[in-house]
């Protein structure tokens, strides 16, 4: 069974500091993975996903992902966060090639940037 | 640009009552999800409809939840009777046929059972 692990509850920030959220998987066949955020009283929206190929993948709003295999990891990264990024994030995962194949959702992070 | 629509947004209800939650996809999407989001955590699925037909109910809760896709297009989910471990946030989403990875997701209605 897949599960999907995001160690940081809740991370603080002040604007312009860099930001590396964890993200770890465990499933023994091939992925997809996937952040999704949601700002406060919005929907829960796609910000970057890695289906293959490179993996550093770059997504909305100057996020990027790197998708490493050997650590089944696949943290979300931001050089400089603004206030507007304080929202809550989910990494999430599904094994590929099955139509049916469900997306499994960590518990989240709420990211809170001090303006 | 086309959105999933939920109705209500937010729903009180007391233990033991029925409530009943709708969502309409995007046109043309052929898979519907309904997931429960309770504080703190991230979704979990509990059913995913095929057209009219249910492809994963494994984590839905049978005894009192039910869910119905009729005519292949808007879902109804219903809770009856409601208990105080059931407030949370119902969300739904939907995608093209064969394309989970693709989910676009609704408002979500936000259940307080008192």
């Known amino acids: 069974a897949q599960s999907v692990s995001q160690h940081n509850h809740h991370v603080i920030l002040s604007e312009a500091a860099s930001l590396e959220l964890g993200c770890n998987y465990s499933?023994?066949?091939?992925?997809?993975l996937f952040w999704y955020v949601q700002y406060p009283g919005q929907h829960l929206q796609l910000l970057l996903k890695?289906?293959?190929?490179?993996?550093l993948v770059k997504g909305i709003k100057g996020f990027e992902a790197e998708f490493i295999k050997s650590k089944f990891s696949f943290n979300l990264r931001k050089p400089s966060v603004q206030w507007s990024d304080t929202a809550e994030y989910f990494c999430a995962v599904n094994a590929r090639g099955s139509s049916a194949s469900k997306i499994i959702f960590g518990s989240g992070t709420r990211l809170s940037i001090r303006p | 640009e086309a959105e999933v629509a939920q109705s209500p947004r937010y729903k009180i209800t007391e233990k033991s009552q029925a409530v009943a939650f709708w969502c309409d996809p995007i046109s043309g999407h052929a898979t519907l999800y309904w997931y429960r989001q309770i504080l703190g955590q991230g979704p979990e699925l509990l059913v995913q409809f095929q057209d009219e037909s249910v492809v994963d109910d494994s984590q839905l809760p049978k005894d009192r939840f039910s869910a119905e896709r009729l005519k292949g297009v808007d879902s109804t989910l219903k809770i009856q009777p409601a208990e105080l471990g059931d407030s949370a946030m119902y969300l739904c989403?939907?995608?093209?046929?064969?394309?989970?990875?693709?989910?676009?997701f609704g408002p979500g209605t936000r259940l307080l059972v008192l």
């Open positions: 499933y023994g066949g091939t992925v997809n």
């Open positions: 890695y289906f293959s190929g490179d993996p």
């Open positions: 989403a939907s995608s093209f046929a064969g394309s989970p990875e693709t989910q676009y």
